[in-house]
């Protein structure tokens, strides 16, 4: 069964850049229609998808988010990357890390990884 698991820096100040990585294992970033994504869930807000890279290496960022979100992969580490840059305040989320199916189904979650822009 694949399994994620998200890390990254919990605290980031203002105006930084936040970078997330998401390890997979039990499985590969290149297997057919597999594809990557990055979800958050801000205190009292529903999920937000930010970005996904695909099996083969395309990839797609939220529009609200594209002008400061980049996703990249290392598929010797099977890790994906997200970053944001420039956070404030309103980037402070549970970051997680899901793999979805062709379906469109979500079929593996990560525990998640909290991320607090403050100063």
């Known amino acids: 069964q694949v399994q994620l698991q998200e890390s990254g820096p919990g605290l980031v100040e203002p105006s930084q850049a936040l970078s997330l990585t998401c390890t997979v294992s039990g499985g590969s970033i290149t297997t057919n229609y597999a594809y990557w994504s990055w979800i958050r869930q801000s205190p009292g807000k529903g999920l937000e998808w930010i970005a996904h890279?695909?099996?083969?290496?395309?990839?797609y960022v939220n529009p609200s988010l594209s002008r400061r979100t980049s996703i990249s992969r290392d598929t010797s580490k099977n890790q994906i990357t997200v970053q944001l840059s420039s956070v404030t305040p309103e980037d402070t989320a549970v970051y997680y890390c899901?793999?979805?199916?062709?379906?469109?189904?979500?079929?593996?979650w990560g525990q998640g990884t909290q991320v607090t822009v403050s100063t």
């Open positions: 890279m695909a099996f083969e290496g395309s990839t």
């Open positions: 899901a793999l979805r199916g062709p379906d469109g189904g979500y079929r593996s």
